[in-house]
């Protein structure tokens, strides 16, 4: 018995501290499986198994691109409201997105924890984007007289003069070859919205035009073009270290020129809003109104986040709506003639299509609605988190808590919301008889540009901008797709918006 080492030094070999640690975690995940699954509050909800136990499918998804399309299919798969994480559900319905987003008391706020924009503050300065339900008041409010019916009636000439700009220079290069579509459509809404926001044009329809547009932060043509797309993809990497508490290992676990572009596209700004408040000229854009409210008064670093967020919004989700529908357009040939003869008939010449007279064609605002719902520019959802002890969304209580939203892509894509989901028909929104057969549709299912306190205070520019620019096109150019297969639009990647892969369109001037 003497021999016998003691208890402690006979069990507690590496070896068997590594096998308990081993069946501790089996355990636990055992435990965790049978719970998420079986007692969890959102158990009942349908949905990928894996996706219920732990949240890493759903970042692996997102760092591929591919997480739009894959919440899509998993709607077709289990239905209109499904579970895509352990504390998470996606909806697709108008009532859920009127109570998620529209509920002013107790609002649903936002998810800040990697979900959904991030990170929540530069420099301890929340933007508008994501600062708390007061701040967020007082930013819309010293901001709203800059996207006022008056100011938009002001700024028109900005919007005539680049729509101008865009069709001379396709009339000066169609005759070469096929155009990228989405990349002139990025030169405009990026023209246009660095002239409104910063006082100065970024001159990309003004700069030599041949050259290929790569992704590269020396670009010659745009450098904060190619700083845009490769920010965005930084928000996923973002998503990730925020969420698992390593935002500040980022630097070791982000591709460095994803990290270099989203600082890049903050010194920009910085810089142009310097030179803005140094101008002395007085001009209508969104700065002058924003400085002449005197009651909402915004710090420098204020400002600058604002107009990260004016360029971010204002040229890379119009570019994308436009793109979209310059597809679906040419994809549906009775669509695309239906149109062309609504423009052309409504105007004998260029300098008459005004924002008044283009938001009077019928038919140019039912295709817009249309692009807009099968080809959202955020087709992700926004998500929120369930106030309070919880609250009841389609019918069925939700506990607090729980992140919410309604997916864009899936709800405008549905065949539970949408008669013919899959198919382009502007014709649904004209038709609302109840003898329609789109009848029954449920249009407010989609929000492109979100909904209640919090949704996007530019949507009557980017609907009078998207209506100006597309009236100009079609009443000087007929178009044609070069690849007439579906696969520019069924491939894209997506890191909170489309990445949009080249849209070739031959381009002939009208006889």
């Known amino acids: 018995m003497a021999n016998i080492p003691p208890l402690s030094y006979a069990v507690l070999t590496p070896a ?69 994480a352990p504390d998470e559900l996606s909806y697709t319905t108008g009532t859920a997105g009127k109570k998620i987003y529209g509920q002013r008391s107790p609002e649903f706020v936002k998810c800040l924890d990697g979900r959904g924009i991030v990170p929540p503050s530069r420099m301890g300065v929340r933007g508008i984007v994501t600062a708390h339900q007061e ?102 990497w973002l998503q990730f270290t925020v969420y698992y508490g390593l935002y500040h290992w980022i630097a070791w676990i982000a591709p460095k020129y994803m990290l270099q572009a989203r600082q890049k596209h903050i010194e920009l700004c910085g810089e142009k809003i310097r030179r803005r408040l140094q101008l002395k000229e007085d001009r209508k854009d969104f700065m002058s109104y924003i400085l002449d409210n005197k009651s909402e008064k915004l710090s420098n670093l204020e400002l600058v986040i604002m107009a990260s967020a004016f360029i971010v919004a204002g040229s890379r989700t119009s570019a994308a709506a436009l793109s979209g529908m310059t597809f679906l357009l040419l994809r549906n040939p009775p669509v695309y003639r239906r149109l062309v003869d609504e423009i052309r008939s409504a105007f ?3 300098e008459d299509m005004t924002m008044v007279a283009t938001g009077q064609l019928r038919y140019l605002g039912a295709v817009i609605e249309e692009g807009l719902r099968l080809y959202p520019p955020s087709p992700s959802s926004l998500p929120r988190f369930v106030p309070g002890k919880g609250e009841e969304i389609d019918g ?45 549709d449920n249009r407010t299912s989609i929000q492109p540009f979100s909904y209640g306190p919090r949704n996007c205070i530019g949507k009557s520019m980017a609907y009078a901008e998207m209506r100006l620019i597309l009236a100009h096109i079609l009443w000087k150019f007929d178009l044609e797709l070069v690849d007439k297969s579906d696969t520019w639009s069924t491939t894209q990647k997506t890191y909170l918006v489309w990445e949009k892969p080249p849209l070739m369109i031959n381009i002939r001037e009208r006889e």
């Open 135 to 236: 701040k967020h008041a007082q930013l819309r409010r010293a901001i709203l007289p800059a996207f006022s019916e008056r100011a938009l009636r002001e700024q028109e000439s900005f919007f005539q003069l680049y729509a101008g700009k865009l069709t001379a220079q396709l009339s000066r290069v169609c005759k070469s070859g096929p155009q990228d579509m989405v990349r002139w459509y990025s030169f405009t809404t990026f023209d246009i919205v660095s002239d409104l926001a910063f006082g100065e044009a970024a001159g990309c329809l003004g700069r030599s035009i041949h050259r290929s547009f790569p992704l590269s932060l020396d670009n010659a043509d745009s450098p904060w073009l190619a700083v845009l797309g490769l920010r965005a993809k930084s928000i996923v």
């Open 348 to 350: 004998q010449k260029e």
């Open 396 to 440: 069925k209580w939700v506990p607090g808590g729980i992140a919410v939203g309604v997916h864009q892509l899936s709800a405008g894509s549905m065949e539970w919301n949408f008669q013919q989901a899959k198919s382009f028909i502007p014709e649904r929104w004209l038709d609302v008889s109840a003898d329609s057969p789109f009848a029954n």
């Open 16 to 84: 068997s501290i590594a096998l308990g640690l081993l069946c501790s975690v089996c355990l636990y995940w055992i435990i965790w499986t049978l719970y998420s699954l079986f007692f969890h509050p959102l158990s009942a909800y349908p949905g990928p198994k894996l996706w219920a136990l732990t949240r890493l499918p759903w970042i692996w998804t997102s760092l591929r691109g591919d997480i739009a399309w894959t919440i899509r299919d998993f709607h077709e798969q289990y239905g209109p409201v499904i579970r895509i």
